[in-house]
C-alpha cells in the first residue's frame, strides 16, 4: 500500500488547513488508516485514526474539537481539516495505514504502511 499525503503549508495562527492522503489499496475500506505528527526534536505523536468500517473516529486530546479525520472510500483518499491552528501543530504530518484495527492505535508502531510526511507551519 502506497500512501501519498498532500496539503500541508505555511499558515498564521487561527487559521486552517485541509491535509490529504491518497492510498493505492484496492480494498481501501479495510484499512484503517490515521495521521501523526512529528515536531523537530520531538517524537511522532499520534494526531487522529478512523476505523476501517463504521464511523468511529479518535482524536488527541490536544486537537480535539479543532481538527477532523474523514475518509472518501470512493477516492480512497483520507482527510485531516484542521482548524484554530496554533504555533504549536507545527510539525510535518505524516498519514498511516493498517489492514484492520489495532486498540493501540495511537502507538505509531503499530502501524505498517506511511506516507511521505508534509510539513505544516503555523506563524504566530
Known amino acids: 500500500v502506497q500512501l501519498q499525503a498532500s496539503g500541508g503549508g505555511l499558515v498564521q495562527a487561527g487559521g486552517s488547513l485541509r491535509l490529504s492522503c491518497l492510498a493505492s489499496a484496492q480494498t481501501f475500506n479495510n484499512y484503517a488508516m490515521a495521521w501523526f505528527r512529528q515536531a523537530p526534536g520531538k517524537e511522532r505523536e499520534f494526531v487522529a485514526a478512523?476505523?476501517?468500517?463504521?464511523?468511529?473516529?479518535y482524536h488527541a486530546a490536544s486537537v480535539k474539537g479543532r481538527f477532523t479525520i474523514s475518509r472518501d472510500i470512493a477516492e480512497k483518499t483520507l482527510y485531516l481539516q484542521m482548524d484554530r491552528l496554533r504555533p504549536e501543530d507545527t510539525a510535518v504530518y505524516y498519514c498511516s495505514g493498517r489492514y484492520g484495527w489495532s486498540v493501540a492505535y495511537y502507538d505509531s508502531s503499530t502501524w505498517d504502511y506511511w506516507g511521505q510526511g508534509t510539513l505544516v507551519t503555523v506563524s504566530s
Open positions: 478512523r476505523r476501517c468500517t463504521g464511523g468511529s473516529a
